[in-house]
Structures are given as structure tokens and as C-alpha cells.
């Protein structure tokens, strides 16, 4: 595809994403992928031994012949002489040959490529390919690494380190370029440029990356660049028409700039900040949807959290018996409290290790993209937003099931009745779900007249993560970093019924490592006595 066939047509390219596969949405279902592969290459090798087999079996029938037929051709008719000899030459020309020629043509690829036409139909797609590239530009943003530490994996608590080739990074460009985010377009391909000039062996050339470079640096306004960037690439082929006359467009775009500046008479101001961006190279992230990306993106780096040692000094720990549950009375859990207003506690050894992995193999072969509701619609939906997988477990899944819901009404002291199914998550590469709310603000949801709204949230973090992955809160700056067999718990609600617009939360994208999460939504039917109302509108 090539970017651009003339300047004053811009490239309008949007990509159909499709729901089927994803498998780049769970990182537990991309495991699977890990097994196809060492099956393809186990096939790979099969075809190898039998190709090398046959191979040998021509090369010794070629020196054979060789020793003969030098030994024939010195003397042919001293050599026919022999009646044994002349039979044998008869016979190899009739049946010897035409064997060889039946182990040449003897095709051993049926069976690796068998195994590869049915592995196919499993195979990411376009679409995972593409939401991959989206998942490191997304890390790259939020964590704040520039495209040198992605593409060396320079990545903090990684136990396998793979770097990205300047294929790699030409590819993420595309991606970018594709979705006309011209920001991480100029970023990937002057990584790729830069590994490229280091001499890294490659099939793309200089001309191809400069070729979408130059016009993504036009896109952001840098008209000098584009022209320095567009002479290089002539320099390597004086042949590109499609260059030479972006040359010639930008060289007119540059002349009617002077022309306006001198009429104006602020060619100092005017020049100095383009000189600027020509100088740093640099160009800012543009502006997207959420309000609070700054916030949001700090919390999930560990900045800006706001437990100062007066917050610090009013939060405790101690042991829980859930109000004297006399299950719990001999075996309280540990709480922790995360955070004073609104009131976060954590809870520890909530669920072994054992239950843990009973969940996720229950929860794994049903995992499907999670979805969001469209707020004018309130028609169920995926978005770029929330990426990750999730399944619904009931009790009558398994024994486990049960237990763990049984746990969970025991430490709140909620009823699990009118609760949701236990919803179970694992996030994908950079998986996320931006800041939301748990509980509804929309009239239309069915469940508000039967069940009630959301009234709280228990969270079961079900494996450690190695970087990134925090929960957080914009609103009063916390963030919570998962811990595996540990529970975080909070209420959606004032008493009242009102939504508590200060939890607002998110998780924050996966960095390096595998998150799994369950979680129960408590709701407001059949809790009216084990939470009752206060006395305000905020108690």
C-alpha cells in the first residue's frame, strides 16, 4: 500500500474489525496460540527429515551415476562390450531413471501443509494483529517509553526479553498510519529509520519508511522537515515521481508561507516556532475523549497518588469476623483498609490457589470479548476502551462456584441473591478498562426496577502482576496494585441510593504479565436491612 499518490488527495484507510477471534483481548486464551506454533514447528521439522531424507537418497544416486558414467564415457563401445553392461544401461534408461524421477517428484509436503490449512482457521487475524500494534502504542503512551525501550523490550520484570526489528517497527507505523493517528506513525517510523541507518538487516527499504514518515510529518504542520525528510528519500531513488512532486508542492506551500509572513510582518515570530518543531522532531499527543487522561495515566505509572501521612495515619488493619458471622468467628479474614473516603478495604487469602486455578479453568474455553453498554442505546457492545475477555461462572458450574460466592456474602455482610453472576476477566495485551462507573446512570436498565442498582463492588485479584495493571481512581488520586488471593471491596452508593460519582475507576493497562480478576456486584434488592438508609443524602 503506499501512502500517498499525491499530496492533495489525503489517504483514507479504516480498517473492519471483526469479533471472532481477538485473541489479543486475553493473554490466557493467546497461551493457546504458544502450543499451535510448537505444533506447526513440530510439523515443520517432520517435513524438514523427510525432504533431507530424500535429498540424500538423489545425491547417492548422482554419485554413482557420476563414478559410471565417466567410466562409460571414456569407452563407450569398450564399455558396451560387456552384454551385462549393455543390459544394465537399457534397464537404468527404462526403469532406474524413471524411479529417480518418481523420488524427485515425490511430494513430502502433504503433511505439514495438512496441519497448517487446519492450525489456519485458529490463526489471529488482521484484526488481532492490529489490535496488538494498538495494545504497545497504548503501553507506550501510558507508561510513557519511547519506541527505543519498546523495541529493545527493555520492559521492568520481563523473564523472556524479544526486541522488535525494523519490519517490526515499519509495521506498527502502518498501523498507526492506517488509523490516521499520524502521532505514533511518525514515532514508529523514525524507530525504524534509526535501526535501519544502524545497518539492521531488513527487506524494507529507506525509501518506503520515509515515504510515510515524510507525509505524517505534513500532516503535523512541519513543512520543513517534510521537505528534508522527501530530498532524502529522492537522494536514494531520483526516480520517485509521487516524491518529486510533493517536493515541488511543499517547495509552493513553503513560498506562499513566506509571502504571507512578510504581508503580515511577523516573519520572527512565526518562523521561530516552526524552527522548533523542526529542531526537537518532536510533536505532542494529540487530545482524545477522556477528560482526565492525564490523571488516569499517572495513577496507572504510580504518580500523583494522594495518601499523604494525615490520610495515611487513618487507615488500619485488623481482623474481620463479618460482624461476628459465626462462620468467620474462628477464622476472621484480614482487612486492610486501601483508603479513608470513600471507604476501600482489602482483604487477604480470600481464595487458594487451587480455587483460583478451578476458576480460571472453568471460566477460559467460555471467555469472550467484554462489552460495554452504549450509552444511547443501552445496547451491549465492545469498545476499545475495555479490553479484556470475561466469562460468567454460576454455582452450578462447580462446588468452587458456590464457595467463593458464600465467602464473599459472609465478609460484606450482603446477600448474594439479587448479585450478579461471578463475572471472571483476564486482560490482554495492554488490557484496560478506562474510567467508569459499576453502578448505572441510565433509566433504561432493566435490572433497575427488579434488582436494583449496583450497590457494591467486590474485586478477587486471582494473579500477581509483574508492571502495570493498578487499579485506580482519578477522582481522589488512589491506586491499588493487584495481589494475588486478595480481595478489594467498596461501596458503589451512598445509603441513600445516590451514586457515588467519586468511584469512578479503571484498570489500568497490563504492562508485563498475565491479570486475571473475578468479581461480584452487589445490588440493592434484599439488602434494605443489611444496609439501610442514613439520614443524608451522602451518608
Not at 517509553?145 to 519498546?150: A, G, I, K, Q
Not at 495485551?429 to 433497575?448: A, C, I, N, V
Request: glycine share 6%; charged share 30%.
Amino acid at each position: 500500500m503506499k501512502p500517498w499518490l499525491q499530496l492533495m488527495f489525503f489517504p483514507c484507510v479504516f480498517l473492519i474489525w471483526h469479533t471472532e477471534a481477538e485473541f489479543f483481548t486475553s493473554i490466557g486464551q493467546m497461551t493457546d496460540l504458544i502450543y499451535a506454533e510448537k505444533d506447526l514447528v513440530q510439523s515443520l521439522q517432520e517435513y524438514i527429515r523427510a525432504e533431507e531424507k530424500k535429498l540424500s537418497q538423489i545425491k547417492s544416486w548422482a554419485e554413482k551415476m557420476d563414478v559410471l558414467t565417466s567410466k562409460s564415457a571414456s569407452d563407450p563401445e569398450g564399455y558396451l562390450a560387456h552384454p551385462v553392461n549393455a543390459y544394465k544401461l537399457v534397464k537404468r534408461l527404462n526403469t532406474d531413471w524413471l524411479e529417480l524421477e518418481n523420488l524427485v517428484l515425490q511430494d513430502t509436503t502433504n503433511g505439514f501443509i495438512a496441519n497448517l490449512t487446519i492450525q489456519r482457521q485458529f490463526f489471529p487475524t488482521e484484526e488481532d494483529e492490529t489490535g496488538a500494534a494498538k495494545a504497545l502504542m497504548r503501553l507506550q503512551d501510558t507508561y510513557k517509553l519511547d519506541p527505543e525501550t519498546l523495541s529493545r523490550g527493555n520492559l521492568p520484570g520481563t523473564k523472556y526479553r524479544s526486541s522488535l526489528t525494523v519490519g517490526d517497527c515499519f509495521g506498527m507505523g502502518k498501523t498507526a498510519y492506517n488509523d490516521g493517528d499520524y502521532y505514533h506513525t511518525v514515532l514508529w517510523m523514525e524507530q525504524a529509520l534509526k535501526q535501519h541507518d544502524e545497518g539492521e538487516d531488513t527487506t524494507v527499504s529507506k525509501v518506503e519508511i520515509l515515504d510515510y514518515l515524510s507525509y505524517a510529518v505534513f500532516q503535523f504542520g512541519d513543512l520543513h522537515r517534510a521537505m528534508e525528510l522527501t530530498r532524502r528519500l529522492i537522494s536514494l531513488d531520483s526516480t520517485h515521481e509521487r516524491a518529486g512532486s510533493n517536493l515541488r508542492y511543499f517547495e509552493k506551500l513553503l513560498e506562499k508561507e513566506r509571502e504571507e509572513k512578510e504581508k503580515e510582518n511577523s516573519i520572527n515570530k512565526t518562523v521561530t516556532s516552526t524552527e522548533a518543531v523542526v529542531q526537537s522532531g518532536a510533536y505532542e499527543r494529540p487530545l482524545d475523549y477522556l477528560p482526565e487522561r492525564d490523571i488516569y495515566e499517572a495513577l496507572c505509572r504510580g504518580e500523583g497518588v494522594k495518601m499523604t501521612p494525615r490520610r495515611q495515619k487513618r487507615l488500619f488493619c485488623r481482623y474481620h469476623d463479618g460482624n461476628r458471622n459465626p462462620h468467620l468467628l474462628i477464622a476472621p479474614f484480614k482487612e486492610e483498609d486501601e483508603w479513608d473516603s470513600p471507604h476501600i478495604v482489602r482483604y487477604y487469602d480470600v481464595m487458594s490457589d487451587e480455587e483460583i486455578e478451578k476458576i480460571k479453568q472453568l471460566a477460559k474455553p467460555r471467555l469472550a470479548r467484554a462489552t460495554v453498554r452504549d450509552p444511547k442505546t443501552g445496547v451491549l457492545t465492545v469498545a476499545s476502551y475495555r479490553v479484556s475477555k470475561s466469562s460468567w461462572l454460576e454455582e452450578d458450574d462447580d462446588p468452587v462456584v458456590a464457595k467463593v460466592n458464600q465467602r464473599m456474602q459472609q465478609i460484606t455482610g450482603l446477600t448474594v441473591e439479587t448479585a450478579e453472576l461471578l463475572q471472571v476477566a483476564n486482560y490482554g495485551m495492554g488490557g484496560q478498562y478506562e474510567p467508569h462507573f459499576d453502578f448505572s446512570r441510565r433509566p433504561f436498565d432493566s435490572t433497575l426496577k427488579s434488582e436494583g442498582n449496583r450497590l457494591a463492588t467486590f474485586l478477587n485479584y486471582m494473579s500477581d502482576v509483574e508492571a502495570g495493571g493498578a487499579t485506580v481512581f482519578p477522582d481522589f488520586g488512589a491506586a491499588i496494585w493487584p495481589k494475588k488471593g486478595t480481595a478489594v471491596f467498596w461501596y458503589n452508593l451512598f445509603r441513600s441510593g445516590e451514586g457515588d460519582y467519586r468511584t469512578r475507576h479503571a484498570a489500568c493497562p497490563v504492562l508485563v504479565g498475565c491479570k486475571w480478576v473475578s468479581n461480584k456486584w452487589f445490588h440493592e434488592r434484599g439488602n434494605e436491612f443489611l444496609r439501610p438508609c442514613g439520614r443524608t443524602e451522602v451518608d
